[in-house]
Every structure is written in structure tokens, then in C-alpha cells.
């Protein structure tokens, strides 16, 4: 009952504008001393925190928050964004599609959705007003691209999933890549959807030209040269599964992309791909990225001194903003602990009959009404120390730790939802902030198509577990 009642008492915080860090915090303090004591709570508070934050682990997180820092002073989006549009523009629809595509590949370089959000926002939505497109729909279609930043790997929300689980990193980058890619296609099909259903969206293509660069034919020829020598090396046996298909991969960006994104595409590939084949841990990955992508700035002449204090200082912000959320997490989830709800829920949930199925699309519908009102990164870490023991003890027909990496990418998908849906939607509110003649009203509109499109790609997770497990299964 003290447990339930310190949910209440946090909610009501948090509703009351007061930090979420700091909520959980004082709950969770208030909570462990009632049900301990003073003496106790200061002794497990001095050892705990040091303990926390001198995880070597937690380090990815600032690494990759500053990589995508970097690359979005360097005028990383604004490049993708334009190379999309010679990809896409002639298609009615086809700024949105790549206003999607664009941010499909920067999020392999950001992690962060509200960063996504906010770039595209600035370098996409001028381009959208210019050639006509209706407004809602386009500030619509910018906020749920920005959901791409934490679905496609690496994500900084999958970090916080695996280090508070305690599950590895790598894998569940691996396993969140196609539920990532399968969210790009969604929202593709989604707007060709709705502009044939509703013209007046998006102009016809004779509207809005769009013109391609001419490409140098090296690029091509240097595809060709590097997959053949990453397929004579596989069939040879020199390279594993995972780096074949990651030099394939790079291949076919090469051959593919316009030249000036070259460099960003090509550090996606390798950290993400290094990542995938045990190249490195995803921690030298991140500081790979970060360290590569500073390298590219200075090298193209877009990052400037200031550029790089900025950038500087926004990783610092928001990693401390993170890592206060994280100490507080830990110490209301050490708190629930001692209330035991989470054993008496497990127990509970156990003896209700209630199939493991059923349990999971109760918890998952839970996630997103509750992400409709919260911050993506509170709700994981609040709700984790009760749900993660529940589905843990669960039967799936898997072994655990496939359960938790699949329980993962399940709850990466509901947070995309609640980071959209009304009434709260916090990447709406990032793009109303830009868009400020755009009603917020509008936006929603524009989103709820692509919300129900996420609603169908959750179920098909939910009912094909493989469509999570298949590249983890296949790199193991």
C-alpha cells in the first residue's frame, strides 16, 4: 500500500511541473526510510550513487548524445533532407517519404528522438511550405520521423532499456533494426496512402520539381569494388556473417547516396556495423562516431569553434538531465523492492490465469496510455522494476534473455507511439514550438495516420517474435 501510494504522490509531482529526476527521488527516499530507516537510506545512498555513475557503461550515453550533437551543427540533416529529395521529390508525397528517409538515416546517427524532431523541423519544414504541402500534414509527418531517432540504432532509450535490465546492448541494437526499418516503410506507405487519398496533402509532382545532382561515376565503381572483395572474403570464410553484411551494406550506400552525405553514411555504417560484428563495443562505437564526426565537420569547414561548445554543452544537459532521472529511478525502484510490490504483483499476474499473451497486450496498452501523458525515459524506468520481473517469469517459449531483448524492442515501439499521441506527444509539442503558426490541433491530425500504422507494426511484433530475434539469432 506504501508503494502504491508513493505512485500517486510521484504522479502528482510530476503533474505539479516538479522535476521527474527529482519526484522519483524524493519518493523513493521518502518511501526507503519508512520502510527501513534513516541510517539506512544514507548508507545505501553513498555507496549506490558512486557505484552508478562509475558504470563504464553509462559513458555510451553522452558519447553518442554528443555524436549526434555534432552532427546536427555540421548540417548533417539539412544534407540527408536533400538528398532525399532528389531520391523521392518527383513522387506526389515524396518531401514526406523524404523527410522519413532523411530521418531514418540520421537517427543512426543521433539516438534521440526530440534531437530528430527538432533538426528536421528547421531543415525540412521550409522546404514542405515552399512546394505547398499542408501544413499539419507536414508538421505531422516531421514528428513522427522524429521517432526514427530512438528506433534505429543506436538509441539512447535502448541504452537506459539494457543497462536498468541489465541485457546487452549489442543485441538489442541488432534486434531493433528492422522493427526500425519496417517503421520507415510504414510511414512511407502511410503518406502515399494519404495523399491519393486526399490530394490536396501534397502537390502533384509537375508542382514541386526537383532536381538531382549529377553523380560522379566513382562512387558506383567503388561499390562494386568493395562487394566483391567483401564476398570473396565471406565465401573464404575471412569474414563472419555480421561484418559481410555490414560491408555489403556500405556497398550499397556508396553506390546509392549523393557524395556530399557519403561521409555521414559511411560513419553509420561503421559504427553501427562495427557494433553488429563485434568490431567493437558499442561503447568504443560511440566514441568512435563522436570523435569521427567531429573529424567530418572540421573537415567539410561546417563546425566552427562555437558549433563545438554548443554542442559541448547541450551533451552535458541533457546527459545530466538523464542521469538524474537514472539516479532517481534506481533509488524508487530500490524502494519498491522493499514494498515487494513487484513480487506480489509477479505473483499476482501468475495466479489471475491470465495467458502470458494476454498479460503482455495489457502491460503494452498501458505503455502507451501512459506515454501519452509522460516522458518516454520516466516511464521505462518507472514502470521497469514492476513490469521486467513479471515478463521474466512468464513462459514465452523462449529462452529469458531472448524474452527481455523482444520485451524491449516491444516497449521501444509503444514509447514511438506515446512520443506522438495526444494529448501530450512530446515530439508535437517540439514541432509546435518551430512550427508556430501551424495549431497544435492540426498536428495531431496529421500524426494519427502514422499512429495507427505503429499500432499495426506493434501487433505484427507481438505476433512474430522473430521479426525482433531474427538478426540476433543469425549474429549469435
Known amino acids: 500500500m506504501l508503494a502504491l501510494g508513493g505512485f500517486g504522490i510521484m504522479l502528482a509531482l510530476i503533474a505539479l511541473r516538479a522535476p521527474i ?31 552508478q555513475f562509475a558504470n563504464y557503461t553509462l559513458s555510451v550515453i553522452p558519447l553518442f548524445i554528443l555524436m549526434g550533437a555534432l552532427a546536427e551543427r555540421a548540417g548533417i540533416a539539412r544534407a540527408l533532407f536533400k538528398a532525399a529529395e532528389g531520391l523521392f521529390g518527383r513522387f506526389r508525397g515524396g518531401l514526406g517519404m523524404a523527410v522519413i528517409g532523411a530521418c531514418t538515416a540520421f537517427g543512426a546517427i543521433c539516438g534521440s528522438s526530440v534531437a530528430t524532431t ?38 539512447v532509450i535502448l541504452v537506459v532499456f539494457a543497462i536498468t535490465t541489465e541485457q546487452n546492448i549489442a543485441k538489442l541494437f541488432q534486434a531493433a533494426l528492422l522493427p526500425g526499418l519496417m517503421a520507415a516503410l510504414f510511414y512511407c506507405l502511410t503518406i502515399a496512402i494519404m495523399v491519393r487519398r486526399n490530394p490536396r496533402l501534397a502537390p ?5 520539381p526537383v532536381e538531382r545532382v549529377p553523380q560522379p561515376l566513382w562512387p558506383r565503381l567503388l561499390a562494386g569494388v568493395i562487394a566483391a572483395l567483401v564476398a570473396a572474403q565471406w565465401a573464404r570464410g575471412g569474414l563472419g556473417d555480421g561484418m559481410a553484411l555490414a560491408g555489403l551494406g556500405l556497398a550499397a550506400l556508396i553506390a546509392l547516396v549523393e557524395v556530399a552525405v557519403m561521409p555521414a553514411i559511411l560513419l553509420a555504417v561503421v559504427v553501427v556495423g562495427g557494433i553488429y560484428g563485434g568490431v567493437f563495443t558499442p561503447t568504443e562505437g560511440a566514441a568512435v562516431g563522436a570523435v569521427a564526426m567531429l573529424l567530418i565537420g572540421l573537415g567539410q569547414r561546417s563546425l566552427s569553434f562555437a558549433d563545438i561548445v554548443a554542442a559541448l554543452r547541450q551533451t552535458a544537459e541533457t546527459s545530466g538531465m538523464i542521469f538524474i532521472i537514472l539516479l532517481g529511478a534506481e533509488v524508487f525502484g530500490a524502494f519498491l523492492a522493499l514494498s515487494r510490490l513487484p513480487t506480489i504483483a509477479a505473483e499476482t499476474i501468475s495466479a489471475s490465469g491470465l495467458s502470458p499473451t494476454m498479460v503482455l497486450i495489457v502491460m503494452l496498452a498501458f505503455y502507451i496510455l501512459l506515454g501519452a501523458v509522460m516522458d518516454e525515459l520516466a516511464m521505462i524506468l518507472l ?18 534473455d531472448e524474452v527481455a531483448i523482444w520485451f524491449g524492442i516491444l516497449v521501444l515501439i509503444v ?14 509539442f517540439v514541432i509546435s514550438a518551430i512550427a508556430r503558426t501551424v495549431p497544435i490541433t492540426a498536428t495531431y491530425r496529421g500524426v494519427l495516420p502514422f499512429i495507427a500504422a505503429d499500432i499495426i507494426r506493434l501487433g505484427l511484433v507481438l505476433a512474430m517474435p522473430g521479426l525482433a530475434l531474427w538478426l540476433v539469432r543469425w549474429l549469435a
Open 383 to 400: 514502470t521497469l522494476p514492476v513490469f521486467f520481473p513479471i515478463i521474466q517469469g512468464l513462459d514465452f517459449g523462449m529462452p529469458p
Open 415 to 428: 514509447v514511438g507511439i506515446g512520443l506522438t499521441a495526444p494529448p501530450i506527444g512530446l515530439n508535437v
Open 204 to 208: 502533384l509532382p509537375e508542382a514541386a
Open 118 to 155: 527538432a533538426t528536421f523541423g528547421r531543415a525540412a519544414l521550409p522546404e514542405l511550405d515552399k512546394y505547398g504541402y499542408d501544413k499539419g500534414f507536414s508538421t505531422g509527418t516531421i514528428a513522427v520521423g522524429g521517432t526514427l531517432g530512438i528506433l534505429i540504432p543506436p538509441s
Open 21 to 51: 529526476g527529482l519526484a522519483m527521488l524524493l519518493v523513493g527516499a521518502v518511501g526507503y526510510t519508512q520502510l527501513s530507516s534513516v541510517n539506512a537510506f544514507l548508507a545505501y545512498i553513498k555507496t549506490n550513487s558512486y557505484h
